[in-house]
């Protein structure tokens, strides 16, 4: 994770340096620094936590130098100290760098160069590298730079300064995202292209260990071993749009309310007519329909949830069998995928390396791969054969909702073309689903203004737990993981998710009186099962939070509470029923005091595995 940035141009860097990592925040926000040159000379300011706290720094000590490197961190190697925090320095003051990544053979590397050479200053994989430069350093920076970085296995972006080449900014990008930004007033090395404050028309991505040499007016490539290289700029297109959280107090709540839009330019993306229409699905019908055996779902975390909630779409609407693997899980376990094999990765940031990794792994497997990913021009998004284009927009707020709620549509619309092709669905059903899907957005937006004040007041009865169960089956379980997910994320409340009837199996033993159990439970074959869970936890002390739908109001459940959403086809419920679970979490961990767009230990985007 972390994130980085670098600049040289016109101007002192400082401030633009600082915007820059203000909107790299997501990627880690531990620690963060920024160096830059000042009379030949190295300087450097670092601090624990948020900008803000590097901002006042700099701020005080109003350096000037144009030219500079900067960071956001999430600790990996060593805890969020000032001493940890990059950028890191040679012990002979030659080299300072900044890294996003990690490097897998540190220790190695620290036994056999710098032991007995060195006394480190941090506990960080990433000085090793910054004391590797500076023992290799014999007037060639790019020899150096390509010497060290040959000893190194693992993911590297590295920014890098040299005392003696003041006008020179390097980088070097392996399996780790960095780009090469063209700028107006200079040029940029960034994670991410909205750290770079101005327009520009040329951005290149390092890859593959390629180094690059920037000054105030000129961009050099180098392959890995240092000989000169040609590169060509990206084709992708980068915007970025500004982040404002507008009359919300939180971008988590802001997004939550963004979700109607979300899924209905998800939905319009793809909705021709009536007809569904994937523009970069590369899937021949005779692959679909007669040479596919399986499906497999790979991602993390909320990215998972809403493979969950696939899996049972897509079993349901193309009668195929599919399966959901956990990326970090998938990539080293015995993978049974093959070229008649669909894999679909899912994932917002496009950028989870565990989510790239197994996508490499399919694509060598011969799998077709498919995945749906939020941010355009992303590694997943550029690395798949085929594409979805989630809608949601920018999303702020570490703990995702909107682009959950767009990968579910996704899934939805995926489901329904694969089905019409396999003709596992008939003409009239497909027609149905179709215009379904189209009424979601309005469903969602119906009764999302409702449940706000439903959920705050609820909210009251559970900000002080100990411990929340979600529980359900099928779909619903996939619903409630997502649930209990978004509480202990952001409340840090214990939460934990169990399919409903898995409870009894040892879990029960947690139950005790006044143990808060929220139960989902939309219309469904399985909805008598789940209630007499919802009994079985009452009889031992449970006030059961009920989540279903209008159809299911008049149930003979008798829960504590009940809480409903709009009825929609089964195949869809999981949309609706999520909207109550994230407003729950929301309101839970405002009264807690938690901050919530920003969780602790948590970053927005997970580019180490
Ligand atoms: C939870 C959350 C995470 C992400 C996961 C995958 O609210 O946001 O669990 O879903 O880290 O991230 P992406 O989707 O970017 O691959």
Not at 168 to 177: M, R
Not at 255 to 266: C, G, L, S, Y
Not at 369 to 394: D, F, H, M, P
Not at 559 to 581: D, G, M, R, W, Y
């Amino acid at each position: 994770m972390c994130g980085i940035i670098g600049k040289v141009g016109v101007g002192n860097v400082f401030p633009e340096l600082l915007n820059g990592l203000k909107n790299l925040e997501y990627r880690g926000y531990d620690s963060a620094g920024v160096a830059g040159i000042i009379d030949n000379k190295i300087i450097r300011f670092r601090q624990e936590g948020r900008i803000s706290n590097l901002e006042a720094e700099v701020e005080k000590a109003s350096p000037e130098s144009f030219i500079g490197i900067g960071h956001t961190r999430w600790a990996t190697h060593g805890s969020p100290t000032k001493d940890n925090a990059h950028p890191h320095i040679s012990t002979n003051g030659k080299f300072a760098i900044v890294h996003n990544g990690i490097i897998e053979n540190s220790d190695e590397l620290k036994k056999s160069f710098l032991e007995g050479k060195i006394q480190l200053s941090s506990r960080t994989d990433t000085e090793i590298v910054v004391q590797l430069m500076g023992l290799f350093y014999k007037g060639d920076v790019i020899s150096a730079i390509s010497e060290a970085c040959k000893a190194l296995t693992g993911s590297f972006a590295l920014g890098i300064l040299c005392e003696d080449t003041p006008n020179i900014l390097y980088a070097v990008g392996q399996s780790s995202p960095l780009l090469v930004v063209k700028g107006k007033s200079g040029n940029y090395i960034a994670s991410d292209f909205c750290a770079v404050g101005e327009g520009t028309d040329e951005v290149y991505r390092l890859t593959d260990g390629e180094i690059c040499a920037l000054t105030e007016g000129s961009i050099r490539f180098f392959n890995p071993s240092g000989a000169p290289i040609e590169k060509f700029p990206e084709k992708a297109e980068f915007s970025c749009v500004a982040f404002d959280k507008g009359n919300y107090e939180h971008f988590m709540l802001k997004e939550i309310f963004e979700q109607p839009k979300a899924v209905k330019d998800t939905i319009n993306s793809f909705l021709k007519e009536n007809e569904i229409v994937f523009p970069n699905v590369k899937l021949y019908d005779n692959f679909i329909k007669e040479k596919l055996e399986k499906i497999v779902i790979v991602a993390c975390g909320s990215a998972y949830h809403a493979g969950l909630v696939g899996k049972s779409v897509l079993e349901s609407l193309c009668k195929i069998s599919c399966s959901v693997e956990i990326a970090s899980e998938f990539r080293y376990s015995q993978s049974f995928i093959n070229e008649k094999t669909l894999a679909v990765f899912i994932s917002q940031s496009g950028e989870t390396a565990d989510t790239l990794a197994a996508l490499r792994l399919a694509k060598k497997k011969g799998a077709k791969t498919l995945s749906i990913v939020n941010v355009t021009g992303s590694a997943i998004a550029e690395e798949s054969e085929s594409v979805i284009y989630t809608k949601a927009g920018r999303e702020v707020a570490v703990a995702t909702t909107k682009a959950y709620s767009a990968q579910l549509a996704s899934l939805y619309a995926l489901a329904i073309f694969m089905g019409g092709i396999r003709a596992a669905i008939d003409t009239e059903r497909y027609k149905r689903l179709v215009e379904e899907l189209r009424f979601l957005p309005e469903k969602i937006k119906r009764r999302i203004t409702t449940l706000a004040p439903q959920m705050e007041e609820l909210s009251k009865d559970i900000y002080k737990k100990r411990d929340v169960f979600f529980i359900g089956r099928l779909n619903d379980f996939a619903t409630a993981a997502e649930g209990s997910l978004k509480m202990k994320e952001i409340s840090y409340i214990n939460s934990q998710s169990y399919p409903a009837g898995e409870l009894k199996h040892g879990t029960i033993s947690l139950i005790e009186e006044g143990t808060v159990v929220v139960a989902v439970a939309g219309k469904s074959k399985v909805f008598s099962k789940t209630a007499s869970n919802i009994s079985e936890v009452q009889a031992r002390g449970a006030r059961v939070i009920l989540i279903t739908d209008e159809s299911e109001k008049d149930c003979k459940v008798t829960a504590e509470i009940t809480v409903t959403v709009p009825e929609t086809l089964k195949e869809f419920q999981s949309s609706l029923l999520v909207l109550p679970l994230q407003l729950l979490s929301y309101y839970t961990a405002k009264l807690r005091g938690c901050d919530i767009d920003k969780p602790k230990n948590l970053a927005k985007s997970v580019t180490v595995e």
